[in-house]
């Protein structure tokens, strides 16, 4: 009897103990799980960098060429004593360039040039009575990348602003016959190429201009004129020229399509102009397709002092590891369209049909700083990203950003991870740099924002980009995602 009495009391034991550990396994697995859908960070790893850090670039394949932020330390545009546009500046020419989007998907091609519009200099694009109105175009902004390619005979080195919601490449020429903005580097000087030339008004090329920049050729003397202008009504007008183009020393392509801008104005920073990676005939994806298939990746560096890279080419040298999500082909084709299913904040999806996004459409755009998603789902995102934040102080809106904390007293924070879903089962977890946006430690922003309605076209914008490897096989009609796309 005491024999069985201590049986029984061993086997109440053990299943005490091994229900004690169960339970204790599955709270550390609770725990593990829970920390997996958290970034843990120190704050600094937020903040901009004021000396410049580039990481090492590696054996790439294609034509790569390095790429910096605008803004960031490692930018020669970024000069000691230079104006630097404040993040609400930034942030207003943001807004500018999305709204200038939206309407171009809905709104029909217009035109810059007016019949009763003569430019008659031969030598000049110069025209007192062009009229440039206020139209639906796309805004720059400020919140960009720098790419520096070469043009002409010698070469000519110019850092561009590069833009896949644009097609045409342009840069400012001499002579600047009405208006030119300050820029770093001289003026291109077509006089100074030996393979410059300029395109005639009757060439297939010059009734191309149409489709890349929205706007009708102009023509004087017999040499295509362009005009292109964008939502915050910067512009450039000039003659629409080809010359030589250098990607890198063993990357040349003669007869490269440019607009050789003599008429500019606008807030395109200290650049020489734009790069436009958009899908048209006339972009450089385009005119280079016999090389590299209209195949391209880059990785947007953050602000802490790194840089990135801008990559033709190299389809075979992908890496295994990259995501697919097929493009979708509608409205429109020169912005590259993508299907989004779904969010996931802090491991929980959010509750948002993915006919939501279907209805909008979403494109992926470098050019634009902050993701936007229609009305609903940024709602949702905010409430749910809100509740995982409450130890948090808030601070005041950041003007279009409207989650912003106060962490002046914290030198570590824990924020939910966020991540995208896309057509395809490719899901995107976004860097913390992707997730919040700093304008000082005491107003760090969700770096996110809603549309005024669940109609308008959403964008995934750059800041969510930042570190991921961005791949665009336009000719397989597929985007790709990677990490560690800056290293």
């Known amino acids: 009897m005491a ?55 590696g054996k790439r394949g294609g034509a790569s060429m390095e790429v910096v932020n605008s803004h960031g330390p490692c930018s020669k545009l970024n000069q000691e004593g230079a104006k630097a546009s404040s993040m609400t500046e930034i942030l207003a020419h943001d807004q ?129 004129i362009y005009g292109i202008q964008y939502g915050d009504s910067s512009f450039s007008l000039g003659f ?66 790194t840089n990135g890279h801008l990559t033709f080419g190299n389809k075979n040298g992908a890496k295994s590891t990259i995501q697919f999500t097929p493009f979708t082909l509608s409205q429109g084709t020169s912005f590259y369209f993508v299907d989004v299913l779904g969010i996931s904040v802090g491991g929980k999806a959010l509750s948002i049909s993915p006919m939501l996004f279907k209805n909008a459409g979403t494109i992926i755009d470098s050019g634009t700083v902050i993701t936007r998603l229609p009305s609903t789902a940024y709602n949702n995102l905010r409430s749910t990203f809100q509740q995982f934040m409450t130890r948090y102080p808030r601070a005041p809106n950041l003007s279009l950003l409207d989650t912003c904390y106060n962490l002046s007293n914290y030198t570590s924070i824990s924020i939910p991870k966020i991540s995208f879903n896309f057509n395809g089962n490719t899901n995107v977890n976004l860097d913390p740099n992707g997730i919040l946006l700093t304008n000082g430690v005491s107003q760090v922003c969700l770096a996110f924002a809603g549309n005024g309605d669940d109609d308008s076209i959403g964008i995934f914008g750059n800041v969510q980009q930042q570190t991921l490897e961005i791949v665009y096989d336009v000719a397989g009609e597929k985007l790709g995602f990677g990490y560690g796309g800056c290293s």
């Open 3 to 57: 024999t069985q009495s201590l049986l029984l009391f061993s086997c109440s034991f053990l299943l005490i103990f091994l229900s004690f550990s169960f339970e204790k396994s599955h709270a550390l697995e609770g725990r593990k799980n829970m920390e997996s859908h958290f970034h843990t960070l120190q704050l600094t790893s937020l903040l901009p960098s004021s000396s410049c850090n580039p990481t090492t670039k």
């Open 96 to 224: 500018a360039r999305v709204d200038s989007i939206q309407a171009r998907v809905t709104t029909q091609n217009y035109d810059l040039f007016r019949k009763k519009d003569k430019i008659s200099n031969k030598n000049r694009a110069k025209d007192s009575k062009v009229n440039l109105p206020v139209q639906p175009g796309i805004s720059i902004g400020t919140g960009n990348y720098i790419v520096t390619i070469g043009i002409g005979t010698p070469k000519k080195d110019l850092s561009l602003i590069f833009d896949t919601g644009s097609d045409l490449t342009w840069t400012q020429c001499q002579p600047c016959v009405k208006s030119c903005y300050a820029q770093l580097q001289p003026f291109f000087d077509p006089s100074s190429s030996s393979t410059y030339s300029n395109i005639s008004c009757t060439s297939t090329a010059c009734s191309g201009l149409k489709s890349a920049t929205g706007n009708n050729p102009g023509c004087s003397s017999s040499n295509c």
């Open 240 to 305: 629409f020229a080809k010359d030589k183009l250098t990607l890198t020393p063993t990357d040349v392509f003669d007869g490269f399509m440019f607009g050789c801008g003599q008429n500019n104005r606008g807030l395109f920073g200290k650049t020489a102009g734009l790069i436009g990676l958009a899908r048209d005939p006339l972009s450089i994806v385009s005119q280079t397709a016999a090389k590299f298939e209209k195949y391209f990746s880059y990785c947007l560096p953050t602000r802490r002092g």
